[in-house]
Antibody, heavy 118, light 106 residues
Framework: QVTLKESGPGILQPSQTLSLTCTFSGFSLSTYGMGVGWIRQPSGKGLEWLANIWWDDDKYYNPSLKNRLTISKDTSNNQAFLKITNVDTADTATYYC??????????WGQGVMVTVSS | DIQMTQSPSFLSASVGERVTLSCKASQNINKYLDWYQQKLGEAPKLLIYNTNNLHTGIPSRFSGSGSGTDYTLTISSLQPEDVATYFCLQRNSWLTFGSGTKLEIK
């Protein structure tokens, strides 16, 4: 059974760096073709795909946010990470991670709410 | 950037009715189009991938079609549990979602 769970700071201040962790089970990020993606959704609004990391450590970023995003993984501990630098109120959202197989976001975590506020 | 336009934004239909949701891309996306269902307070759930492939465990009343820039999600017989917002996602060039169609029971 595949499960993913996101964790984060809950609240942080503008200009800080947001660090998110995705802890998963039921698959390995060392398996050929496997990936993890990060997606966010402001309350009551649409979805925005942020970044992907693949089994071979290939990384892809949303072009509009690329300069602020860093995705990484810890294969041994079944975790993936996302950092967003210099946050502001527009980064307030629920953040999801998803298992990707053959490029498809098959399984999603429950999401973690992040609020940016001074 | 590929823009995805979903229509309608809101749809109210009766139980048992056939429902069609549309998604239009700003350029050819070569059938790299997925549909997700998001119920209130939940994470999105994959329904259909690559235009017309039903994801594991999804009821057969859901189907997808399309090509080029125009894609459709059809629910053959609407059920109360289908109340949700439906998003399309293109994967041809990066990944961009449509703005969603909110589906309610009349």
């Amino acid at each position: 059974q595949v499960t993913l769970k996101e964790s984060g700071p809950g609240i942080l201040q503008p200009s800080q760096t947001l660090s998110l962790t995705c802890t998963f089970s039921g698959f390995s990020l060392s398996t050929y073709g496997m990936g993890v993606g990060w997606i966010r959704q402001p309350s009551g609004k649409g979805l925005e795909w942020l970044a992907n990391i693949w089994w071979d450590d290939d990384k892809y970023y949303n072009p509009s946010l690329k300069n602020r995003l860093t995705i990484s993984k810890d294969t041994s501990n079944n975790q993936a990470f996302l950092k967003i630098t210099n946050v502001d109120t527009a980064d307030t959202a629920t953040y999801y991670c998803a298992r990707m197989t053959e490029g498809i976001g098959e399984n999603w975590g429950q999401g973690v709410m992040v609020t940016v506020s001074s | 950037d590929i823009q995805m336009t979903q229509s309608p934004s809101f749809l109210s239909a009766s139980v048992g009715e056939r429902v069609t949701l549309s998604c239009k891309a700003s350029q050819n996306i070569n059938k790299y189009l997925d549909w997700y269902q998001q119920k209130l307070g939940e994470a999105p759930k994959l329904l259909i991938y690559n235009t017309n492939n039903l994801h594991t465990g999804i009821p057969s009343r859901f189907s997808g079609s399309g090509s080029g820039t125009d894609y459709t999600l059809t629910i053959s017989s609407l059920q109360p549990e289908d109340v949700a917002t439906y998003f399309c996602l293109q994967r041809n060039s990066w990944l961009t979602f449509g703005s969603g169609t909110k589906l309610e029971i009349k």
